[in-house]
């Protein structure tokens, strides 16, 4: 072993058994470009000579150093040795040494999840495996499982986010394996780790680019399971972050927001207050989008919205397709077409299939069925066919409602009914409250009421007035768990 990696190795156990964490750091920031990659040595020999609990923070350095290695050099035993390491060690990492330097772990996991894909082909070309023949959704289930070990072994909390995040999601994206992700969106986020290190001044802080795609990603996964409503949400916090210059992130957060408010709400639902003042610039970089706005807020029967919006899309297919929003135009051209439907069955009872594809713009009777078919399974609507007579009739939608979903949901109201009521017979029963409401009333009564002699217009409040400087009394309510 050469003399820089033994030295390595000796202070390594020196520092950490001296508990001189912060030379600790310095020293694996140094030897990773300075020591490990240069080194002609066997790197997993020095792993031998560490124990991976006490030295979690050099076996990371090691790793990272070893698949650096491995890649460059095109060597894909060296690749699937260090995977395999990676996979070994992983779960077995001391989070308290991993924290000290952030960083390295951040462009340890961020190599391994960018990278991947070129791991891949790399693997394949000199196993001698045609392209056509690879299953990538194999190999990134195996990038899944190792960046959910990383963040496992990185965080303190459940609800602490990563720059890790937004990699697992887009690795869970591309091979439509969702449920990984969910097991942490559904986790509300309580704090941000601080991955690049500041100084005296700064005490470090993660790059806004991770954080932005953990919502948008989040907000894609709930849209390709359907979940409009949490989707919404997530896209919403991307363009609520506070932020002083307009993203790609943002601005492609809001074409879809803008898309799937159309289609859950009928109109581009409004942004809370507190949204960031870059906003109103998104709109110009997003011009094609805003005929979608206008067409769907149109109040006309005579025009066939949904071909509006499929003769835009065609127009632009290139914009549109470089979004990769085709499918939510096209889910929102249905929606146009669905909702005209809903329209006319609350206007009649019964009409023909002939009329209701004219008045819906449907091509014909067959394409009209096919609509009712598929809204009434879904149970958008309550229709009957009679294909005799060529007749719909309308129905009033059946609601069925689990018996113990009613029933908790009944309670929480009398629950809150009694909360509401115990508060109002406590502050109405408040000598405070008495005190100072009989007060104004006495001030603010006329002569002839008897209640006092003339006041002065200047010591008259006005009725229900509030007393200047008044305290409001606290109470405390018993919530029920």
């Known amino acids: ?32 470009t300075d020591v490990l990659e240069k080194s002609g040595v066997p790197l997993t020999q020095i792993l031998e000579m560490l124990n991976v609990e006490e030295h979690s923070l050099s076996f990371v350095t090691i790793l990272l150093a070893k698949l ?31 924290i000290l330097a952030p960083d390295i772990c951040k462009v340890f996991s961020l190599f391994l999840s960018n990278h991947i894909k070129n791991v891949i082909l790399l693997l394949c070309f000199n196993l001698g495996i045609r392209f056509s023949d690879i299953n990538f959704n194999e190999h990134i289930s195996r990038g899944i499982l190792l960046l959910s070990g990383a963040i496992n072994a990185i965080i303190g909390e459940p609800g602490e986010l990563t720059s890790l995040h937004s990699c697992l999601f887009c690795l869970c994206l591309k091979s439509k394996l969702f449920e990984p992700a969910l097991r942490f969106l559904e986790t509300p986020v309580s704090r941000i780790m601080k991955e690049t290190p500041g100084d005296k001044v700064d005490r470090g802080y993660m790059d806004s680019r991770f954080v932005l795609l953990y919502f948008y990603y989040g907000g894609l996964i709930y849209g390709a399971l359907g979940r409009l409503d949490d989707s919404l949400l997530m896209m919403q916090n991307v363009l609520c972050i506070p932020a002083l210059l307009t993203s790609a992130i943002m601005i ?7 898309l799937m408010s159309l289609i859950s709400h009928g109109k581009v639902k409004a942004l809370p207050g507190y949204r960031a003042m870059v906003v109103q610039k998104l709109q110009r970089f997003c011009f094609e989008y805003q005929f979608f706005e206008n067409i769907c807020t149109m109040d006309s029967s005579d025009k066939d919205l949904a071909q509006e919006i499929m003769n835009h899309l065609q127009a632009h297919h290139a914009v549109f397709f470089k979004d990769n929003n085709v499918g939510l135009i096209k889910r929102l051209a249905r929606k146009m077409r669905e909702a005209s439907i809903i329209k006319l069955s609350k206007t009649f009872l019964s009409v023909s299939l002939g009329d209701l594809a004219r008045r819906c713009h449907l091509h014909d009777w067959g394409n009209a069925e096919r609509y009712l078919m598929e809204m009434n399974a879904e149970n958008k609507i309550c229709v009957t066919l009679d294909k005799e007579h060529g007749l719909v009739y309308f129905d009033e939608p059946k609601t069925v409602v ?27 029963t408040n000598y405070m409250y008495i005190a100072r409401s009989t ?34 009394p606290s109470f405390e309510l018993n919530m029920p768990s």
């Open 1 to 32: 072993m050469s003399g820089g990696l033994d030295n390595y190795v000796k202070n390594v156990i020196a520092f950490t058994s001296a508990e001189s964490y912060r030379e600790l750091v310095e020293l694996n920031r140094k030897a990773l």
């Open 68 to 98: 650096n290695q491995a890649c460059s050099a095109a060597n894909s035993e060296e690749i699937e040795e260090t995977l395999s390491q990676i996979e070994m060690f992983l779960p077995f990492f001391n989070r308290t040494q991993i």
């Open 252 to 258: 492609e957060a809001y074409k879809k927001y803008l």
């Open 439 to 472: 007060k104004v009333s006495a001030l603010c009564a006329h002569d002839d009421e008897g209640f006092q002699q003339g006041t002065s217009g200047a010591n008259v409040l006005p009725m229900m007035g509030i007393i200047p400087n008044a305290v409001v």
């Open 402 to 428: 689990d018996e113990e979903t009613l029933n908790s949901v009944i309670k929480a109201g009398m629950n809150l009914t009694s909360l509401l009521k115990t508060y109002d017979t406590r502050l109405r």
